[in-house]
């Protein structure tokens, strides 16, 4: 891992479910809309998909005689060591740039067995019609001509941040300390050494709508 690789900082705290960051995607990637339905929740569409890279998740919970939203801004974590990359079966086809840490998957993709490719988090889709995986790049292309990533430029609060890891680590650990005075089960998820997205919460992980999938790493040894 280079030591000026690239992570997010999501504060869920400061997330408003505006949305901003699933318009931007779109709109810098170039994807189309989704036809979507009422389903009696305002997370619009459902889940991710191949044209829909990153999704607010809105869940809203019960606690102490009072109801809550929660908002989760759902992503590729970018792992450091990507155990998607490390069970495909086709080279090139998933790619980890050595500058930022973005994890990629390229045309080849659509030759990999989707079943086969592990993911912790469930992150990746496969277009039904062409058989290519997807999901976030990291914005790669903005940032190595010094940009924000789409989806980080368009936050209007501050929930969403980026930049080199350590400054990152940082600001997640200070931010930490300041949301624990009004929230004392506040807390990071994951271990910063193994993402680099992170994130922030303030309930305990499973009411955010976050999926795991258990990943025996000793396969790949």
Known sequence: ??????????????????????VA??????LPAEKTINVGSHQNPQDLSAVTWT???MNEVAG?????????????????????????SFSGSIIKDEDTGAVIYTEKSKYES?????????????????????????CVDRVKSGMLPGC?????????NFGDRAEMTKLAEDRLKAVKAAHEGAFLIDDMEEVSVFYLLTEKEELYGIVRNPIDKSVFV
């Open 1 to 22: 891992m280079k030591e000026m690789s690239k992570a997010f900082f999501i504060d869920t705290s400061r997330c408003i479910a505006c949305k901003a960051c699933q």
């Open 25 to 30: 995607c779109k709109q810098w990637n170039g």
């Open 55 to 57: 999704l607010v998740r």
């Open 64 to 88: 102490n005689g009072k109801l809550k939203w929660l908002f989760l801004k759902d992503q590729c974590r970018h792992c450091v060591e990507p155990p998607c990359l490390m069970s495909a």
């Open 114 to 138: 989707f079943e086969d490719i592990m993911c912790p988090y469930n992150i990746p889709r496969q277009d039904k019609n062409t058989g290519q995986l997807f999901k976030c790049d990291m």
């Open 152 to 160: 980080v430029k368009a936050c209007p609060t501050g929930a969403m």
